[in-house]
DNA sequence: CTGCTGGTTGACGCTTACGTAAACGTAAAG
DNA sequence: CTTTACGTTTACGTAAGCGTCAACCAGCAG
């Protein structure tokens, strides 16, 4: 039962996120994971579970651990002084030029994609009819 | 002067698009590339330029280059036979739903982005009108 | 001839993101 | 008691994507 109490195993969520267990300790030796310890064994809670779905969609992507890091760090910032607050927002305006970048990159190839479809699909014509 | 005749350099080509001649060498390592030899230096034509700039699109898309070189081929397959041209609608059927997921994560990003940076400038807000 | 400038080929180095054992602890089941 | 399941750490291995020499060649300026 991975709903028990709202925390869960290791390889619960291993399972629930299709990676290896290996995976998930490698998050929490770069720092981006921090589960519980009861005893030696980790527990892992909603936060926990939220990060490492972040991780991941961060990794479909294409970002780095690095960069997840921060971004994801973004997430559970704690209000803090002025300067943190400034600089946070300058690291969002960057994240959100850099993924602009990115959805107009897969727009031209999305678009590509569909003339190269086109031309495929008028070729398979001439050779059927060509051929009939 | 690059427009010399339609060709360039691989110091051109490599200033042009902000890479190193050791990137663009590799990147003919790996298939990606096929500049022609006159004598033993490499000259570019327009055809390496496209493709080369197809690559770094895939990159910033978080491509590996085994990807990208699958993509890449895609756009100059000669018509060839029909086993083929079904095979590369398969490919793009592929490649469309590969990058519709990632415009879905960069959407659900930024809408993400977007309220911690709401939270932040709150915050923002209220630390100044408080210190007021 | 000398010395730049710009090109070439190795070949070793480095980081990232894990894979893959090896070796061990623990607790319930047969 | 032994097996089985599930967890742990330590540590070496690996593939990708270049960076960074080193050592060489060719042409042109002075």
Redesign the pocket.
């Known amino acids: 039962m991975s709903a028990d109490s709202g925390t869960w ?4 969520l291993a399972s629930q996120y299709d990676v ?4 998930i ?2 998050y929490e030796d ?1 720092g981006l994971l921090t589960p519980e310890r009861r005893g ?3 527990v892992y809670h909603p936060r926990d579970r939220v990060r490492l779905a972040l991780i991941l969609r961060g ?1 479909r992507l294409g970002f ?3 960069e997840i890091a921060t971004i994801v760090d973004m997430y559970d910032a704690e209000p803090g002084e002025e300067g943190q607050l400034v600089y946070l927002l300058n690291q969002i305006t960057r994240r959100r030029a850099d993924l602009e970048q990115r959805r107009h990159d897969i727009e031209q190839t999305l678009h590509d994609l569909a003339e190269v479809e086109a031309r495929c699909q008028a070729d398979l014509e001439k050779l059927r009819t060509g051929s009939a």
């Open positions: 195993t290791i390889t619960e290896t267990l290996r995976t300790r490698f770069r030696t064994t980790r990794k780095s651990l690095d």
